[in-house]
C-alpha cells in the first residue's frame, strides 16, 4: 500500500523537486546512512523519480517539436505571400 502511496506522491512532483530529492537519496545510499532495507526502498523511489523525470523531459520535447513546427509553418505561409502583401 505503501509503494502505491509513494508513486502518486511522485507523480505529483516537478522536474526540479524530482532531481533534489533524487540526488538526496543517491547521496544517502552513497554514504552508506541507511539500513540495506531502507536502501532498497530509497533506490525503488529513485527509479520512480527517473521514471518521472523522464517522462517531464519527454512532454516538454514534445511541445518543443510542436512548437517549432508551428513556427516553421508560420516561417513558410509568410514567404509565400507577395511581398508587397507584407507591408498593407
Known amino acids: 500500500m505503501a509503494h502505491?502511496?509513494?508513486?502518486?506522491?511522485?507523480d505529483k512532483l516537478g522536474f526540479e523537486?524530482?532531481?533534489?530529492?533524487?540526488t538526496n537519496i543517491v547521496g544517502k545510499i552513497e554514504q552508506g546512512q541507511i539500513p540495506l532495507q531502507d536502501s532498497l526502498?530509497?533506490?525503488?523511489k529513485g527509479m520512480g523519480l527517473i521514471?518521472?523525470?523522464?517522462?517531464?523531459?519527454?512532454?516538454?520535447?514534445?511541445r518543443?517539436?510542436?512548437?517549432?513546427?508551428k513556427e516553421d509553418s508560420q516561417d513558410s505561409s509568410r514567404d509565400e505571400?507577395?511581398?508587397?502583401?507584407l507591408f498593407k
Open 41 to 44: 526502498e530509497q533506490y525503488e
Open 64 to 69: 518543443i517539436e510542436k512548437i517549432t513546427k
Open 4 to 10: 502505491k502511496k509513494q508513486n502518486t506522491d511522485v
Open 17 to 22: 523537486e524530482a532531481i533534489k530529492e533524487l
Open 81 to 85: 505571400k507577395d511581398p508587397d502583401e
Open 51 to 62: 521514471k518521472q523525470c523522464r517522462t517531464i523531459l519527454q512532454k516538454a520535447e514534445e
